[in-house]
């Protein structure tokens, strides 16, 4: 069965209840989404309690610091898209700004500097260092894990 419900406290519930091992339903306070595993170890399940539990706060907190203004209802959507749920939270995300392959930075500097120094500085390396906590093989995370090449 795949567990990919639509609704991020159906998402929680779910993981608590019919997705995960009992275990942990009777266990509080162990952490969702197998922090002890790297990204590329984990299954889909715990990814996805991962990215809930883990990466939508970190990067809220990452970019609220940036703009506290334009990023105060940031969710799960700013990265995946509106259509995240019919695509299975597939990335990169089609509707994000389309990067070159060769130098993705130089463009992004041209296009918008404080904000591709921020994704440089701050988004990229935030994700790296969360994708590998904990044992597994490790994961480069590059601007085009999020983003697609023009
Ligand atoms: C800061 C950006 C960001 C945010 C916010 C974010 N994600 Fe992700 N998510 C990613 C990236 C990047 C990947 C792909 C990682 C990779 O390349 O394997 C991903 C992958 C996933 C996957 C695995 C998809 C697959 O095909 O394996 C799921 C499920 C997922 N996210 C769910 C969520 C949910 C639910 C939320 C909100 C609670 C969320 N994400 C918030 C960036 C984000
Ligand atoms: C974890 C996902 C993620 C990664 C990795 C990432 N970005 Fe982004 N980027 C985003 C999101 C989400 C936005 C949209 C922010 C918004 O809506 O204000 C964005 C916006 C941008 C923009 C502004 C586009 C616009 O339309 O205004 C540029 C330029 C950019 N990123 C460049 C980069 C570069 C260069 C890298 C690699 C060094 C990179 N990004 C890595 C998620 C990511």
């Not at 610091?65 to 940031?74: I, V």
């Not at 918008?112 to 260092?129: C, G, N």
Request: proline share 11%.
């Amino acid at each position: 069965m795949r567990c990919l419900p639509s609704i991020l406290g159906l998402a929680l519930a779910a993981s608590l209840g019919a997705c995960a091992a009992p275990r942990d339903a009777e266990t509080p306070g162990i952490p969702l989404g197998a922090p002890g595993l790297t990204w590329a170890a984990k299954n889909t399940e715990q990814k996805f309690g991962f990215m809930a539990a883990q990466v939508h706060p970190r990067m809220q907190q990452v970019f609220l610091e940036y703009k506290p203004d334009n990023y105060a209802d940031f969710s799960c959507s700013n990265c995946h898209g509106a259509t995240m749920e019919q695509i299975d939270y597939a990335m990169p995300n089609q509707s994000l700004y389309a990067l070159p392959p060769d130098r993705p930075y130089d463009d992004a500097i041209d296009f918008d500097s404080p904000i591709a120094v921020f994704m440089m500085t701050k988004v990229t390396p935030t994700l790296q260092e969360l994708f590998n906590q904990g044992e597994g093989p490790p994961t480069k995370v590059t601007c085009f894990n999020c983003h697609p090449s023009s």
